[in-house]
């Protein structure tokens, strides 16, 4: 990376670093009821306390005139910058108190005094769906936030002549992304224009949002965002940036928020899924029947729900052929935290239900669970359950690597006594983002510089310099010639950093933008040179006539008296309106398919119950590495990551409240949790030009149910809820009840 | 509610002398960032587990979201950025760090240089077991653990190969 200096030593910008002339400090004050009305917000001592400018509440919002629309909302707009009228959640935002530090707006918010009456409140999926649930959102009864509908061939036949049938249900848990850097924004107003900057994902999106609930074009929006400290997923859609910017406009003054740890907590998490399967298998062990119910706990607020759980409809398909499938995919409000993207986003939740159930029809036919899988994956030509013709397929190959470098059927030394060991794998398929638009400007300097404009977000994937290399191929420079800049709305449109897309997105916009750029710098040096275009030869960073003379870029550039040579590329995917109008899905749903597979070899202390990981193998099918360091460390980032949810990570919720909302109590791996043996693939083709793959998340989803796969072949012991703790893994052990 | 009282003292951060005002309730991770502008130093979970607010105090590692400023009078304490040689270069770990590509989002790094420095100051021999035990207070999100442990254990080997 070029700032590799600065991001070791530690004076790399985040925005959590950044600041501006004369701004001053907000902090929330939130809700501890679960569900409540809120009768009346006094104000006065918070008012009157030191340094404290403006107390702003939920009822100033609505009342703003210059904030005409109020509530936001990607999908669906429910949620307001400030509770107005209830609450839904404990946590949930109700007063922001602006002050001139940020201790004082600190030790104020303690002061504000709320008066609520308490509401019945409902945190399980299924009881929010129960006739005479607490009712979140009026204009959505019944709790309803998205309800989707897959159909291919005749279920109920096929299951009705299949050999075998299969049935379990999975549970996955609400769980936290935690960003080390936390949710952080500073926002100004200079008439109808509004500046912010903020820890974002999706700059587009915040600027689209804004500009709609202040009713100003969104030229006028403009968001920038510097590297973040983390992401993966929870730094998507739209967070604290509408109460920053709905604060900055009513004091027309710069206004800053951060996050404490325990807010980032209540301010995203994992959707927790409930996964019920059905599969149907002929006597040579063909899967000929798959049926699916799902349904994911959305939280207080929509985000992203009625859209993310047809995704998650869509992964939960996997890798293997059906001829006959019928999947329903429902999301519900509770008064829980708002569910949002999570690395791995409405795929780790299947995958662990579809993968622990492959595993458990292999235990139930007597076969290995590899072979099984060898005879069900799909291959390239298949016809995926919404119609659409497969093609870039390689599970087989991604399932032969792992399980060769774990040593499938390789005997191991036996365990010490009083534990046991066994091998699990796992094997994933992930739909691409879909309806996504990337735009690029490149720009080539006199002095041989190159700026690229980009509104891709680094947050430690290395979007810079895979963009600066990228940019450097395609137009034959050199890569220290190669500056991209940090995102700007202002500069370009992209939809968003998520979901993997931006590798593969950002080499074709970059591709598109060179080529221009090549085009006019060979006509410029046709005329400089008196030949035709058609008789030069782009060489690196230069242009060669046919008598011999030679170009460089720079000098073209100069010559041509221009101030730069700019082009621009733009990559849209295919449009496709298989999820325009629920419930049912048919047609493209992915530009290509996300692929990947992992490998574990665990041991089980059958005393306690704890797992440990021995060894761990993780293989993405990549098409086409860019950058071998930072593909790895995708791979095996994603790896490590997903040992968490795994293993130990669940945000527990009791009595309506997030009981465990700091780094003591909800714990994430650290170096001891990772086996000395950790390696990992990124497969490629032979062709290179081959299409680009991302690989952001491709082991993740498959490291849950790779571990609960080996703990019960250690151990015989199946568990089907995540976490896999030593609790229920003993409990599983000794055969009792699973918690 | 009224500002806790303040303090003047002298800190001795990274070799330097700096006379500040702080208030009696102020941690040093807050102090370093705010008032000393030392970005590496970052307050992440706020209760010394995470490690990203590591600095060395006395040549020592410590959490300095747990530490008040006041408690730091007059002793020395060194982040990372004090860790580069007086022209600015990178240290030796932070060098194997950059060489490694050992870094992703690259929050949680600075504190885990400051605790390598710690180890191999220590013990120039640390063994990759030492080296994992040393950095269990260090968390990244990232999952960078893999390559940090290479960019280590590479650093102590060559440093073993350069000794007579």
């Known amino acids: 990376m070029p700032d590799a200096a600065e991001r070791v030593v530690g004076t790399l910008m985040y925005t959590v670093d950044h600041s501006i002339e004369g701004m001053v400090h907000g902090k929330l004050v939130r809700s501890p009821y679960p569900h409540a009305t809120i009768l009346a917000v006094d104000i006065s001592r918070a008012q009157a306390s030191e340094g404290v400018l403006r107390v702003i509440t939920g009822a100033d919002i609505a009342a703003a005139a210059e904030i005409p629309n109020p509530l936001f909302g990607l999908a669906r707009r429910d949620q307001p910058p400030l509770a107005m009228e209830k609450v839904r959640y404990a946590g949930d935002p109700v007063a922001l108190v602006v002050a001139d530090t940020p201790a004082n707006a600190r030790a104020a918010a303690e002061s504000v005094m709320i008066d609520y009456d308490e509401l019945p409140f409902v945190v399980d999926p299924e009881q929010a769906l129960a006739s005479g649930a607490p009712v979140l959102h009026e204009l959505w009864p019944g709790n309803e936030c998205g309800e989707w509908r897959l159909e291919t061939g005749d279920t109920d036949g096929a299951m009705a002549a299949a050999e075998h049938l299969f049935e379990s249900e999975y549970h996955s848990p609400m769980a936290s992304p935690v960003p080390f850097e936390p949710h952080v924004a500073v926002a100004v107003w200079e008439g109808n224009s509004l500046d912010i900057w903020t820890a974002t994902q999706w700059p587009a999106a915040v600027q689209g949002e804004l500009a709609h609930m202040f009713d100003v074009s969104t030229e006028r929006v403009r968001v920038r965002t510097f590297p973040l400290g983390g992401g993966y997923g929870s730094k998507s859609q739209l967070k604290i940036e509408p109460v920053v910017a709905a604060a900055a406009r009513m004091m027309g003054r710069p206004v800053r928020v951060e996050l404490d740890r325990d807010e980032v907590f209540l301010t995203v998490a994992k959707h927790p899924a409930k996964m019920w399967i059905r599969t149907g298998v002929d006597a040579s062990g063909r899967f000929v029947a798959r049926e699916m119910d799902l349904l994911y706990n959305g939280g207080a607020y929509a985000v992203l729900t009625p859209k993310a759980v047809a995704q998650g409809m869509l992964r939960s398909v996997g890798p293997y052929r059906f001829p006959n499938m019928r999947i329903r995919s429902r999301g519900v409000y509770t008064n829980t935290v708002p569910s949002g993207s999570f690395r791995g986003a409405m795929t780790n939740q299947c995958a662990f239900a579809y993968e622990s159930h492959v595993d458990e029809i292999a235990t139930g036919l007597g076969i290995d669970p590899v072979e099984l899988r060898l005879k069900n994956l799909s291959c390239d030509g298949d016809r995926f359950a919404t119609g659409q013709v497969m093609h870039d397929v390689h599970f087989h190959e991604l399932v032969q690597d792992v399980t060769q470098v774990i040593g499938w059927n390789d005997s191991e030394p036996p365990p010490m006594s009083g534990r046991a060991r066994g091998k699990g794998m796992a094997v994933i398929l992930k739909t691409t983002a879909p309806g996504s638009r990337s735009e690029v400007r490149v720009e080539l300097f006199a002095d041989g510089r190159v700026l690229v404009h980009t509104s891709s977000v680094d947050m430690g994937q290395g979007v810079l310099g895979t963009l600066a290399q990228l940019t450097a191929h395609h137009l034959g420079v050199d890569f220290e010639a190669v500056t991209v800049l940090d995102p700007d709305t202002a500069a370009t449109f992209d939809s968003m950093t998520a979901g993997s897309r931006t590798t593969h997105v950002a080499d074709r916009a970059i591709r598109e933008a060179c080529e221009s750029i090549r085009a006019q710098l060979a006509l410029f040096a046709a005329e400089q040179m008196g030949v035709d275009p058609s008789e030069l030869r782009f060489e690196a960073g230069s242009v060669a006539g046919p008598r011999g003379e030679r170009l460089r870029y720079s000098e073209i550039v100069g010559r041509a008296r221009v101030s730069a040579v700019v082009g621009e590329g733009v990559y849209q995917s295919a449009p496709s309106d298989a999820l325009n109008e629920p419930p049912d899905v048919r047609g493209v749903v992915a530009d290509h398919w996300h692929q990947g597979a992992v490998a574990v070899e665990v041991e089980v202390d059958l005393e306690t119950g704890k797992v440990e990981l021995q060894r761990c193998h993780g293989a993405a099918w990549a098409g086409r590495v860019v950058n071998p360091i930072r593909a790895r460390q995708q791979s095996e980032g994603s790896i490590i990551f997903g040992i968490g949810p795994a293993l130990f990570e669940e945000l527990v919720v009791v009595d309506g409240q997030v009981s465990n909302p700091n780094l003591s109590d909800y714990m994430i791996p650290s170096i001891l949790d990772v086996p000395i043996e950790l390696t990992s693939s990124s497969l490629e083709s032979a062709d290179p030009d081959a299409d680009i793959h991302g690989v952001g998340e491709m082991t993740i989803p498959a490291v849950a149910p790779a571990i609960a796969n080996a703990i019960a072949r250690a151990t015989g012991a199946r568990i089907r809820h995540l976490p896999l703790t030593p609790e229920r893994v003993l409990r599983a052990i000794l055969g009792a009840e699973q918690v | ?164």
């Open chain 2, 1 to 164: 509610m009224s500002q806790s009282p303040t303090s003047e003292l002298t800190l001795i951060v990274n070799g330097e002398k700096h006379h500040v005002e702080v208030l009696a309730d102020e941690a040093l991770v807050h102090t370093l960032r705010d008032r000393l502008g030392l970005r590496s130093v970052r307050p992440t979970c706020g209760m010394g587990i995470c490690g990203t607010c590591t600095v060395q105090l006395d040549g020592s590692v410590v959490s300095s979201c747990l530490l008040l400023t006041v408690q730091v009078a007059g002793r020395p304490v060194v982040t990372s950025e004090g860790l580069r040689s007086d022209d600015g270069g990178l240290s030796r770990v932070q060098q194997a760090f950059v060489d490694r590509g050992a870094y992703q989002c690259s929050y949680c790094i600075p504190g885990m240089v400051v605790t390598v420095h710690a180890c191999l100051s220590e013990n120039p021999d640390a063994s990759l077991e030492d080296v994992r035990d040393y950095l269990a207070g260090n968390l990244c999100r990232c999952g960078t653990y893999v390559s940090i442990l290479e960019a280590v254990t590479e650093l102590v080997e060559s440093e073993a190969d350069d000794r007579p």
